[in-house]
């Protein structure tokens, strides 16, 4: 599954031994563009900590996997990031409309339609 939006927290990270060793589990809460935006957190675990680093405000679309689990009666979901793609802050504005549902302004091509080779 993938998701887009900016990150608007940066939550502590936590880590352990357990029974394969070492791990590291850091969690970030990311807002979405649409009309009523969502927030979500999720996080990057061990070795992806370092692979994809982010910060407050970073654009990014985020893919992952969901995974439940039980425990003394009670269950917790897990959305666990495998990849997170930046998005670049510099981007066109069409682009930019277009992650927020907004239509750009219409922009007439250089030269008008004088001498067109098209049938129409």
């Known amino acids: 599954m993938e998701i887009s ?3 608007i ?10 029974r394969n060793g070492k791990w590291r589990s850091q969690d970030y809460v990311l807002e979405t563009y649409d009309q009523y935006p ?8 061990n070795d992806r900590i370092d692979q994809f680093p982010m ?17 003394n009666g009670r269950w917790y979901t897990d959305i666990r990031a495998w990849k997170v793609v930046k998005k670049d802050q510099n981007q066109p504005a069409a682009a930019a409309a277009a992650m927020t549902g907004q239509v750009p302004p219409f922009e007439p091509a250089a030269g008008g339609d004088e001498g067109s080779d098209l049938p129409f």
Not at 9 to 18: F, K, N, W
Not at 38 to 45: G, Q
């Open 55 to 71: 910060s407050i405000g970073d654009d990014v679309e985020v893919s992952f996997d969901i995974n439940s689990r039980e425990y």
């Open 9 to 18: 927290a940066v939550l502590p990270m936590t880590q352990g031994e357990g």
């Open 38 to 45: 969502r927030k979500v957190c999720f996080n990057l675990f």
């Open 5 to 7: 939006g900016k990150i």
